[in-house]
């Protein structure tokens, strides 16, 4: 078995582990990257998921900067799409967020890596985890070189299912994943309307496929295992011919045709750790001791006010050291997860996880012995809002008396 030392090592290449390898990176350490797929960007570019939701409260004000802020503009860099500069308006509909094209987006997530010159290992799959006295030293990873066995000062686990924190024995929680999933189609008529409009934004348009039948909601599964990951992939392809069969008897197959299928399973909520600290429903313009970011609710851009403030412990798991967490596995419950799956907010916490992670090496201490005090310190010299009060003030409390508990979605489950 061969053996190789990186000072960080990320698993997961979506928007959360690419975050995360930008920030540990930019900080001159060692990085490698294990993806299990061929591409950059997980569900946000293999699912399809098209949309980047906010980065502003809503009433004109930017609250997540730095590598969210990067991505935003890069999932624009070689696609169609611009951001509405209505945004500022403080009583606009306009939000600082993007509609995107997954390969375009997929480019300049595979640009910004190599400017970083961050080593990304492709079709590449972490099997298992290696620990003493509950510290995480190294891993294994498989791929057509056989097994290789990964060792680190730090890791940060970015698979979206929590695998390197399963597979560590870490706690968990598990979500519900509802049964609905995105593929782009065209059609002949569509090109000819974005040539003659010079237009290229009409050429790909996105169906939202919920599944007919609730008796095969089969992906409201708890957590997520391989039989019915296998099931939900299947059901997938199954609904997108029935969609594609139905469109095409009514159109034809030249104005009706599948572009792009997800090749990835479409799936949300599935594991996420027992943290430190957790965040929950009940926490909307909740200070945290432990704060280290805030992010706005925007599972629905058109509800402003709601805001969470990020402790770092939703990013440790609690008995694991070595480890910290980033994107849709972090601590988080209920429809407090729902917003903070979404890519806005996992841009987020792999960037505090990849600084995190770097100030680990750099000052030879583990992500648990790190004080939230010294990751302040460095996110706010990047400009980051680490609490309500950086942000807003101490008038904040002004703004949050204004939030209404009525207006919160807590069945919410549709991006
Ligand atoms: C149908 C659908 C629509 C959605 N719509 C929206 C939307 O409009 N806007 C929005 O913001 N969010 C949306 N979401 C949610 C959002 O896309 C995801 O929650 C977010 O992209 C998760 O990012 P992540 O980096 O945490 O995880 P993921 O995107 O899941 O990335 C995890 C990465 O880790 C890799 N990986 C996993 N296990 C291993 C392993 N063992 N070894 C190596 N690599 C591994 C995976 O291949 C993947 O690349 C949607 C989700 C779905 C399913």
Redo the contacts with the bound molecule.
């Keep these: 078995m061969k053996n190789t030392h990186a000072d960080i090592i990320i698993?997961?290449?979506?928007?959360?582990?690419?975050?995360a390898a930008l920030a540990a990176a930019r900080h001159g350490h060692k990085v490698i990257l294990?993806?299990?797929?061929v591409?950059?960007?997980?569900?946000?570019?293999?699912?399809?998921?098209?949309?980047?939701?906010p980065l502003c409260d809503g009433y004109g004000k930017q609250v997540i900067h730095g590598i969210a802020d990067e991505l935003l503009n890069m999932s624009l860099a070689y696609g169609p799409g611009n951001i509405d500069p209505d945004w500022k308006l403080n009583d606009s509909k306009a939000r600082l967020m993007a509609h995107f094209t997954p390969a375009a987006f997929m480019l300049a997530l595979f640009e910004l890596l190599k400017g970083a010159k961050i080593d990304v290992w492709f079709d590449?799959?972490?099997?298992n985890t290696h620990l003493e006295n509950n510290q995480l030293n190294s891993i294994s990873?498989y791929n057509k070189s056989g097994t290789t066995h990964l060792s680190a000062h730090c890791f940060v686990d970015?698979?979206?299912?929590a695998?390197?924190a399963v597979?560590s024995g870490a706690k968990i929680h598990v979500g519900q994943?509802r049964m609905?999933?995105?593929y782009l189609y065209t059609s002949l008529n569509a090109a000819k309307k974005a040539v003659s409009e010079d237009d290229a934004s009409s050429l790909l348009r996105v169906k939202?496929v919920a599944d007919p039948d609730p008796a095969n909601h089969i992906s409201m599964m708890s957590g997520v295992d391989g039989a019915t990951t296998s099931q939900l992939v299947s059901r997938t392809h199954e609904l997108a011919l029935m969609h594609t069969k139905e469109k095409q008897a009514e159109h034809g197959r030249h104005n009706h045709f599948p572009a792009i299928l997800?090749t990835?399973?479409?799936?949300?909520?599935t594991r996420g750790i027992i943290g430190r600290s957790t965040i929950d429903g009940d926490d909307i313009w909740r200070e945290r001791d432990d704060s280290v970011a805030i992010y706005p609710s925007?599972t629905n851009p058109a509800v402003r006010n709601q805001m969470w403030e990020l402790p770092y412990g939703s990013l440790l798991p609690e008995k694991i050291d070595g480890l910290l967490m980033?994107?849709?596995?972090i601590d988080s419950r209920n429809w407090a997860w729902n917003d903070s799956?979404?890519?806005?907010?996992?841009?987020l916490?792999?960037e505090i996880a990849g600084t995190a992670a770097a100030m680990s090496v750099t000052k030879k201490c583990t992500p648990h012995t790190l004080t939230t005090e010294e990751l302040r310190k460095t996110l706010r010299s990047k400009k980051h809002y680490c609490t309500f009060s950086d942000c807003y003030g101490t008038n904040w409390k002004d703004l949050a008396a204004r939030f209404q508990p009525e207006q919160v979605d807590k069945t919410a489950n549709?991006?």
């Design positions: 698993a997961g290449a979506g928007i959360a582990g690419v975050s294990i993806e299990k797929y591409v950059c960007g997980g569900l946000a570019t293999a699912g399809n998921v098209l949309w980047y939701p590449t799959i972490v099997t990873v970015a698979t979206g299912d695998d390197l597979a994943n609905n999933f995105w939202v997800p990835m399973a479409s799936t949300r909520m925007t980033a994107g849709r596995c799956r979404l890519i806005n907010v996992v841009a916490t792999g549709g991006h």
